[in-house]
Every structure is written in structure tokens, then in C-alpha cells.
């Protein structure tokens, strides 16, 4: 069993002028092919007024990841990176980074992703917009 931190970010594109992005990080311990348990979720929103480019997105995902008390290594999908190498996107990181791989990577990525999408949509809601 191994510790990851599933992380996912919705909303990169405008909405009325500026950027309403949310971060979500899954902390899980994972076998190859299984989630074993969820150890912790955290989201965090974002607002920016340009567009996110690779180090503001390594940016919100330390920072959400920060308020984590569960250690592991990040993972998330090669295009919330831009698709850019792992080797580069990992020198970014302070701590250990990884593309998402296994089928248990990929399972709390989903679940990453819609926790990230579905609160998203309920700011966006509550914003009225």
C-alpha cells in the first residue's frame, strides 16, 4: 500500500471577466488497482484575473494540498500540467509529484475531479453567475 494525494482543478477557462477556478485533493492509501481508504478531502477556490499557466496551477495545488495533514505523493493528469514533461513539472513541486498511472491513481482522480466540478458548480450557484 502507498499514500497519494489526488489533486484536480475545475474551472480554467473565464467566467465574467476573471478566472473562478476550485482545487480539490483526495488523500488516499492505494494498492495498484484500489482505493484501501480515504484518509482526507480538502477544496479551495481560486479567483485569478489571467489565465492559469503551469506554475500558478503547481501554486493552487501546494497550497490546497498544504492544509492536508496526510502525506503522500501528488498525482494528478498530465493535462491539468498542460502536458508538459513529468521531469519539469516535478521541479516545480516542493515535495514528491507524479502523472497519474495505476488504475487506483486513476479511480481518486475521478474522484478528485468530480469533487473539484461539482463544487464548482455550487459556488458558481451560490455566486449567481
Known amino acids: 500500500m502507498f499514500n497519494i494525494i489526488a489533486v484536480?482543478?475545475?474551472g480554467r477557462h473565464r467566467v465574467d471577466g476573471y478566472y473562478l477556478m476550485v482545487c480539490a485533493?483526495?488523500?488516499a492509501s492505494v494498492t495498484a488497482?484500489?482505493?484501501e481508504k480515504v484518509h482526507q478531502v480538502h477544496?479551495?477556490?481560486f479567483r485569478s484575473e489571467?489565465?492559469?499557466d503551469v506554475p500558478s496551477v503547481v501554486r493552487i495545488m501546494e497550497e490546497t494540498v498544504?492544509?492536508?495533514r496526510f502525506g503522500g505523493t501528488i498525482?494528478?493528469?498530465p493535462g491539468d500540467m498542460y502536458n508538459k514533461p513529468q521531469w519539469l513539472v516535478d521541479s516545480m513541486f516542493s515535495g514528491n509529484f507524479k502523472y497519474e498511472e495505476s488504475l487506483s491513481e486513476r479511480l481518486c482522480m475521478q474522484l478528485a475531479h468530480h469533487i473539484s466540478l461539482s463544487a464548482r458548480k455550487l459556488l458558481l450557484r451560490e455566486l449567481d453567475i
Open 43 to 45: 477544496i479551495r477556490s
Open 66 to 68: 498544504s492544509e492536508i
Open 25 to 27: 485533493a483526495v488523500a
Open 50 to 52: 489571467s489565465a492559469p
Open 8 to 10: 484536480d482543478i475545475s
Open 33 to 35: 488497482d484500489h482505493i
Open 75 to 77: 498525482v494528478t493528469e
